[in-house]
C-alpha cells in the first residue's frame, strides 16, 4: 500500500482547528511535529531510553496527514477517490475560509510526498541489535547468541515500539550498581520498569523478588514477554499498574519497608517528588538507586537535597556520557 502525505506547514496555536476543519473533508489522524515543551505529566509519563531532545519553541507546526494512493495515482477520501491536487486544493480552500476568520495559521503551505507502506509496529528493529553491558549480553529475539561468545549472563529483550532496549547510559548506569547490591535475599521495587529489563536481571543475578511499577499499561505484555523469553519465573515478578507517586493503593499493594533496593530509572524532575514517597517502601539498610539525571549540577543537587531531606545518606554518584546515577541508604 502506498500513501500520499501531505503536510502543511502551520502555527502550534491553529494546529487544533485546522485538525477539526480537514476532518470534516475526510482528513483523520494527523502526526503533529512541534517544539512545544513538554509539561510536567508528560515528562513523568516517559521513559528515560528514548529521552527526546527538543529544540526552543519558535510557535511552528507541521500537519501531516496521510491518504491512500491507488495504483491509478488517485488517492481516496470518505470511499471517494479524487486525484491528489484536488485534494490539495480542497485543503488550500478550508485554509483561506480560516484566514478569512482573522486566524493566524502561519504560512498554510502544503507539501505533497508519495510514500510506501511502513510497517509501524516492526520498523523500530532495524535499529536494534545486540550489544554489550560489560560481561552481559543483550540482544533481541531475532538475533542468535554468537557461536564464540563469552557473555556470562545473556538476556533476550524485545522492548517493541512502547519502552526502551536497555542501550541508554541510564539504564547500563542502574545495571553496574545493582550488580553491586543484590543478593538471593534480595526484595527489589523497580519504579517505572517499562519492559522490565532492571528487575528481570535482578532476578537473573540472583534476586528473590521483584514488584514493578508503571503507568503504562503497555508494560504488563512486555514484561510477561521479556519474562518468557529469558526463562525466568514470572511468579518472581509482580507489575503494578498506576502512580506510586500520588495513588495510595499503589504504595498499599507495594508494601512498607519491605525492599531491599529500590531501583528508579527516570526523569529527574520525577524523582524530586518520589523520593519521599518511596521511602517509606525501603527497609531500614536499603539502597535506592537513582538514574536518569542529565549531568548537569542543578539537576544533581536536586536530587541529592531530596534524598536528604527524606532521610538518606548518598554514597555514591556515577557518570556516563550526558547522565549520573545517585545511590544512597537508608539509614
Known amino acids: 500500500m502506498r500513501w500520499m ?3 502543511i506547514k502551520t502555527r502550534t496555536d491553529a494546529e487544533d482547528i485546522i485538525i477539526s476543519t480537514l476532518y470534516d473533508i475526510g482528513l483523520e489522524g494527523a502526526q503533529i511535529e512541534d517544539k512545544i515543551p513538554l509539561t510536567p505529566l508528560e515528562k513523568e509519563q516517559m521513559f528515560v531510553d528514548i529521552l527526546p531532545e527538543t529544540e526552543k519553541d519558535d510557535g511552528t507546526a507541521f500537519l501531516n496527514f496521510f491518504v491512500e494512493l491507488g495504483d491509478d495515482g488517485n488517492v481516496t477520501v470518505e ?5 491528489p491536487g484536488e485534494l490539495k486544493e480542497r485543503i488550500e480552500a478550508e485554509l483561506e475560509d480560516l484566514k478569512s476568520f482573522n486566524l493566524d495559521i502561519g504560512e498554510g503551505t502544503i507539501e505533497l510526498e508519495a510514500t510506501e507502506d511502513i510497517d509501524w509496529i516492526n520498523n523500530w528493529k532495524k535499529f536494534f541489535h545486540r550489544f554489550y ?6 540482544i533481541p529475539s ?3 547468541v554468537p557461536p564464540d561468545d563469552k557473555a556470562k549472563m545473556v538476556l533476550h529483550i524485545d522492548p517493541g515500539t512502547a519502552f526502551g532496549t536497555g542501550m541508554h547510559e541510564t539504564t547500563q548506569l542502574c545495571i553496574r550498581q545493582l550488580r553491586k547490591f543484590i543478593t538471593p535475599e534480595t526484595e527489589l521495587l523497580d519504579v517505572g520498569t517499562g ?5 528481570i536481571l535482578s532476578l537473573m543475578m540472583g534476586a528473590k523478588h521483584v514488584v514493578g ?3 503504562d499499561p503497555c508494560a504488563v505484555p512486555a514484561v510477561e514477554d521479556n519474562l518468557k523469553k529469558n526463562g525466568v519465573n514470572p511468579e518472581g515478578f509482580e507489575l503494578m499498574i498506576g502512580n506510586i507517586i500520588t495513588e495510595k493503593e499503589v504504595q498499599d499493594r507495594a508494601g512498607y ?3 531491599d533496593i529500590v531501583v528508579a530509572n527516570i526523569l529527574a524532575d520525577v524523582l524530586v517528588p518520589l523520593t519521599p514517597v518511596i521511602v517509606n517502601q525501603m527497609k531500614k539498610g536499603a ?3 537513582t538514574s536518569g539525571i542529565l549531568n548537569d549540577n542543578d539537576k544533581e543537587f536536586r536530587v541529592k537535597d531530596a534524598m536528604s531531606a527524606a532521610g538518606l545518606v548518598v554514597t555514591e554518584t556515577t557518570c556516563q556520557g550526558e547522565w549520573c546515577s545517585v545511590t544512597a541508604r537508608k539509614p
Open 287 to 289: 539502597v535506592y538507586i
Open 5 to 7: 502525505r501531505y503536510r
Open 213 to 215: 511499577t508503571d503507568l
Open 79 to 83: 470511499g471517494e477517490k479524487t486525484s
Open 195 to 199: 519492559s522490565g529489563i532492571l528487575g
Open 142 to 144: 531475532w538475533e542468535e
Open 133 to 138: 553491558i560489560d560481561d552481559i549480553l543483550v
Open 257 to 259: 519497608e519491605r525492599y
